[in-house]
């Protein structure tokens, strides 16, 4: 029994490598043909992201490049033009590969349940999930991501939202930029496969929320990780300063410097006064797409 597990592992090793190149050549082929030019069609129906991922009107796929940059693609299932209206936040959640029906025969951890388990350790080889904001591919803005102007009514229907439209059958590819929330697993790359959830349905954490949702290219990335880091794992300052990584082989030097753990405790300072003054967003965003479709 003890020479199971190994040889197992050997025989799918290649199966699961496999499994990852395939994935990654559908991926490049969608974002061969996709629109990156971001248009806002004013006559075609606005359906919330992940209201319309889950009525089946909008096929999502994504791609984490590295820890901090990945592509979102947004296919229209439909056969008319549709608006899409995009949250501030989103967070794309590791898929853990598997082969064949062996989801829980400990050759991948423990099963495919854990996909979805936050609290793991990633003993199962989950890795990071990644938190912050969508945007027009190409732009490094962080006033709007590069999102066309939307009319004020729709603002008012679906507030906090930005807006894209897709042709009919037609793919739009957009560019991610994020923070990672899982200190300790290992870190998102090309080879894995990703999901996108509402901040919602990943954290209650309202802090947390609006740190994700004030997201900005412009801001220090390693400022923005220290602070994720420290809201979403519990990390004091004291052990961010002591966290270290080899730029060069044998040498040690800090991950974060003292200036920007500095500013990452007044991102985390702005964030937490930022949550406390907004209003409560339980059930808000299901009022707003109910308003949107009554009118």
């Not at 499994?19 to 050549?25: A, D, K, P, T, V």
């Not at 592509?71 to 501030?88: E, I, S, Y």
């Not at 951890?109 to 979805?116: A, E, F």
Request: hydrophobic residues 35%.
């Amino acid at each position: 029994m003890t020479q199971t597990r190994p040889i197992a592992s050997r025989l799918f090793r290649p199966l699961l490598a496999c499994s990852l190149s395939l994935s990654l050549l559908c991926l490049v082929g969608a974002g061969t043909g996709s629109i990156k030019k971001l248009t806002l069609d004013p006559d075609a129906p606005v359906v919330e992201l992940f209201d319309g991922m889950e009525q089946g009107q909008v096929d999502v796929r994504m791609a984490m490049m590295n820890p901090h940059e990945g592509k979102v693609f947004f296919t229209n299932r439909t056969d008319k033009p549709l608006t899409v209206a995009v949250p501030k936040a989103v967070v794309g959640v590791h898929v853990l590969p598997q082969v064949g029906n062996n989801a829980g025969n400990g050759f991948f951890g423990n099963g495919g349940n854990n996909n979805n388990n936050q609290a793991n350790n990633g003993a199962n080889g989950q890795a990071q999930s990644a938190g912050g904001a969508l945007g027009a591919v190409g732009n490094g803005n962080g006033n709007g991501n590069g999102f066309p102007n939307a009319p004020g009514g729709m603002n008012n229907n679906f507030p906090g939202n930005n807006f894209f439209s897709i042709p009919p059958e037609k793919t739009v590819q957009l560019d991610f930029r994020s923070v990672c929330l899982n200190h300790g697993r290992p870190n998102p790359n090309a080879g894995m496969k990703y999901r996108l959830t509402r901040v919602e349905s990943y954290t209650t954490d309202p802090v947390l929320q609006q740190l994700l949702e004030d997201y900005s290219p412009r801001t220090n990335k390693d400022v923005q990780q220290a602070a994720a880091w420290h809201l979403a794992n519990g990390l004091s300052w004291k052990q961010l300063a002591n966290l270290t990584e080899q730029r060069i082989p044998g040498v040690a030097v800090p991950l974060f410097t003292k200036t920007q753990l500095d500013s990452a405790r007044e991102l985390v300072e702005q964030a937490k006064q930022n949550a406390a003054e907004r209003p409560a967003k339980k059930d808000a965003a299901p009022a707003a797409v109910a308003s949107a479709r009554r009118e």
